[in-house]
């Protein structure tokens, strides 16, 4: 590995994100920055930061031929690429505002943070991405000028043509050659709106700063060591900050490689051809992992399941021996074998390089924490919202546990608050909320505390554990408060459940709305003989019986609150496209109790016991 302190940028010679980027071209110009899967070619290829450093210049020149002045917000609606980086790049060297949208939003949400940003020209996929929005970008949209296409789609292109506005990015694309423009930017200065997802009510557009992410990202850069020779696979999407300064400003200040995964149906694919060292994910993904793990386990014999358990705790002893919290015990000397037999044909599947994985965005399990950290898996756990760009706390590779968040990042400081909410404040903590003043001052107060929302508690080493959400907190009518989030995640680590939403408030009992998964539910369904085809099966006492039993089963280690007497079941997951998740797949909690508002007002009128009608157990 090269010298990792040489290697790394620092934020203080930059002042701001284009003069990060034009240091990393003059130091490793040669360099590979970014891999990515050319469909023609049916192969992997790569760009260096010189080559990357053309194209910044090509478009930075459209951009200023479009009379695009500092301060102008710009858009973007792209999937993880090249071009991404071009654009970002290009707009960020002139002190334009990048507002990134994600492509699976829906098209009226995409059209507000357009309205609501002023935004003037817009980056999208294809003339497929234009025709959905189209219809929702209307005069009330004035200030929006031009709309870039990257590519020409299979279908007829009349549309390109349609609207004056919309032009191909490869006519638009300046021909010219250059340098870079030496501007000496401010690092207090906006560089990016990013629109929250909005679980409650329209997004609102956080305001940070070119110092809020280069600071965030060398706080990251300096726990977590990153190297040259390092490979991340990206796959989160861009437009979440989470990605975007962990997978993106990160690996540019250490001067790592980035490859762009194809898809997450193709991303098993993708790990074993690219083996990559570094991966950033939600905890979705290990879950599904987890999930697959188990149903397969399900299908091996006896001795198979046995030697797959002894390995997870053995190996877990080995990581608790090795962070110092457990005694050295002769059964660790069986480590090296069934490292070879079982772990390593799991991490294997995950590339086989994978130096060190890091999960954020939402609570990861400790289950699923302890299996990937039993098989060898050095998984970090950590914690941020978009407000603080993102990164508030992240476990270290040398102090990592798994059931917190870990301690602050350098230069962050938090304290516990009223209802024991957790405070930050950070060098990352945004400027504040679009057009949004009274937003703002509810967030941050007079002392420069930004509130979370969370409840959390500081163990003695200095260790965040978030306990629970203030505004998801549920109050049975008997007075007691039920966190659901750790309920919810522990439900959905059955294979059975892919969606899962506890509810309760104010009612004497906790019941839970289940999406059951597609995969797993014909197989569940003729085990309990009812017709998985028929949703009428949903409705039959021996489904919701045997529902209930394994919820029951997954949560047995809970308090005892933690009971679910009633469900309702569905089939049909929830998807930011009908309006039951956020793109950063974060239950809308509101919006499913209104999709579901018949059910839980049966439920609760007939009891905890009554008998199963259609949809509800």
């Given at each position: 590995m090269t010298d990792w302190h040489k290697d790394v940028i620092h934020p203080a010679g930059v002042r701001t994100l284009a003069g990060l980027f034009r240091e990393r071209v003059r130091r490793t110009?040669?360099?590979?920055?970014?891999?990515?899967?050319?469909?023609?070619?049916?192969?992997?290829?790569?760009?260096?930061?010189s080559e990357v450093a053309r194209e910044v210049v090509r478009w930075q020149a459209a951009l200023r031929r479009d009379g695009l002045e500092a301060g102008d917000r710009?858009?973007?609606?792209?999937?993880?690429?090249?071009?991404?980086?071009?654009?970002?790049?290009?707009?960020?060297?002139?002190?334009?505002?990048?507002?990134p949208c994600y492509t699976d939003d829906r098209p009226d949400n995409v059209a507000y943070i357009l309205k609501d940003a002023g935004v003037?020209?817009?980056?999208?996929?294809?003339?497929?991405?234009w025709r959905r929005l189209a219809p929702f970008v209307t005069e009330q949209h004035p200030e929006l000028k031009r709309i870039l296409l990257l590519g020409r789609g299979r279908g007829p292109s009349e549309e390109l043509s349609a609207d004056a506005r919309v032009s191909p990015v490869s006519e638009w694309l300046s021909t010219e050659a250059g340098e870079f423009p030496e501007r000496q930017g401010d690092p207090d200065s906006l560089a990016s709106i990013v629109y929250t997802s909005g679980t409650t009510g329209r997004p609102k557009g956080v305001m940070l700063s070119h110092g809020n992410m280069l600071s965030i990202a060398?706080?990251?850069?300096?726990?977590?060591?990153?190297?040259?020779?390092d490979v991340l696979l990206s796959f989160l999407p861009l437009s979440h900050t989470l990605e975007r300064t962990g997978g993106y400003y990160l690996p540019m200040m250490t001067g790592a490689t980035v490859a762009y995964a194809?898809?997450?149906?193709?991303?098993?694919e993708d790990l074993q051809t690219v083996r990559p060292t570094l991966l950033i994910a939600v905890p979705r993904i290990f879950e599904r992992v987890y999930g697959r793990i188990y149903q397969q386990l399900h299908k091996q014999s006896r001795l198979a399941r046995w030697m797959f358990e002894t390995a997870v705790d053995i190996g877990w002893q080995r990581f608790e021996h090795q962070q110092g919290r457990a005694a050295w015990h002769p059964k660790l000397l069986a480590w090296p074998m069934l490292e070879r037999l079982v772990a390593a044909k799991i991490t294997d599947k995950l590339g086989g390089r994978l130096r060190i994985a890091v999960s954020g965005g939402a609570a990861l399990g400790t289950p699923v924490a302890r299996l990937f950290i039993g098989l060898g898996l050095t998984l970090l756990q950590g914690y941020g919202m978009t407000e603080t760009s993102p990164v508030i706390s992240v476990n270290r590779p040398h102090e990592n546990d798994p059931a917190s968040v870990g301690p602050p990042l350098p230069g962050v400081e938090v304290r516990i608050g009223a209802d024991q909410e957790l405070l930050v404040k950070s060098p990352g903590a945004m400027l504040g909320y679009w057009k949004d003043p009274e937003a703002t001052a509810a967030v941050i107060d007079e002392q420069g505390w930004l509130h979370t929302g969370d409840q959390a508690r500081i163990d003695e080493k200095g260790r965040i554990h978030i306990t629970g959400r203030i505004k998801d907190i549920l109050v049975l009518s008997n007075g007691e408060k039920v966190p659901p989030g750790d309920m919810e995640g522990t439900i959905t680590l059955d294979a059975l459940v892919d969606q899962a939403m506890v509810i309760g408030e104010g009612h004497p009992f906790l019941s839970a709305i289940l999406v059951l998964s597609p995969e797993a539910w014909p197989a569940f369904a003729r085990e309990q003989g009812v017709d998985p085809d028929d949703t009428a099966s949903l409705e039959d006492p021996r489904v919701s019986s045997a529902v209930l039993a394994r919820v029951s089963a997954q949560l047995k280690d809970f308090p005892g609150y933690a009971k679910i007497r009633r469900a309702i079941l569905e089939l049909e997951p929830w998807s930011a496209d009908n309006g039951l998740l956020t793109p950063t797949l974060k239950v809308k909690r509101s919006q499913v109790m209104d999709h579901y508002a018949v059910g839980v007002e049966r439920i609760y009128a007939e009891g905890p016991t009554a008998p199963a009608r259609r949809r509800v157990a």
């Open positions: 110009p040669d360099a590979c920055a970014y891999m990515s899967f050319e469909r023609d070619a049916k192969a992997w290829s790569g760009v260096t930061w710009v858009g973007i609606a792209l999937r993880n690429s090249r071009e991404w980086v071009y654009f970002d790049q290009a707009a960020l060297g002139l002190g334009l505002v990048v507002v003037k020209l817009l980056l999208l996929a294809d003339p497929g991405a060398h706080a990251a850069a300096s726990i977590v060591h990153i190297y040259r020779e194809r898809s997450i149906p193709q991303l098993a």
